[in-house]
Nanobody
Framework: QLQLVESGGGLVQPGGSLRLSCAAS????????IAWFRQAPGMGRAGVSC????????NYRDSVKGRFTISRDNAKNTVYLQMNALKPEDTAIYYC??????????????WGQGTQVTVSS
């Protein structure tokens, strides 16, 4: 059974960068589209980005386009979210999940435990 673990969060100043990782175990990641979500304090969980099985197709929420890049390394069973030009409003807990069966789905599973990203001076 697929299990996902996020890492790479932390405290960063506005304008800084972080790279989040979503590592898979229990199954090979190359069978799954993977999505990143975030949940800010007092807010619901929101989709950030998704990457299809091949890595050829990606999508982003408007507020992160041009700043965030999702990628995958199936050999390492890991999906990444490179976050540049971070803003205070990017502060949230970031989660990865499997998109079932694709990025166009509204069904997600195998949620990780999340990693905290805090953007503050």
């Amino acid at each position: 059974q697929l299990q996902l673990v996020e890492s790479g969060g932390g405290l960063v100043q506005p304008g800084g960068s972080l790279r989040l990782s979503c590592a898979a175990s229990g199954a090979t990641l190359d069978s799954y589209a993977i999505a990143w979500f975030r949940q800010a304090p007092g807010m619901g969980r929101a989709g950030v980005s998704c990457i299809d099985i091949s890595g050829d197709s990606t999508n982003y929420r408007d507020s992160v386009k041009g700043r965030f890049t999702i990628s995958r390394d199936n050999a390492k069973n890991t999906v990444y979210l490179q976050m540049n030009a971070l803003k205070p409003e990017d502060t949230a807990i970031y989660y990865c999940a499997a998109a079932l069966p694709s990025c166009t789905s509204r069904v997600f599973g195998s949620w990780g435990q999340g990693t905290q990203v805090t953007v503050s001076s």
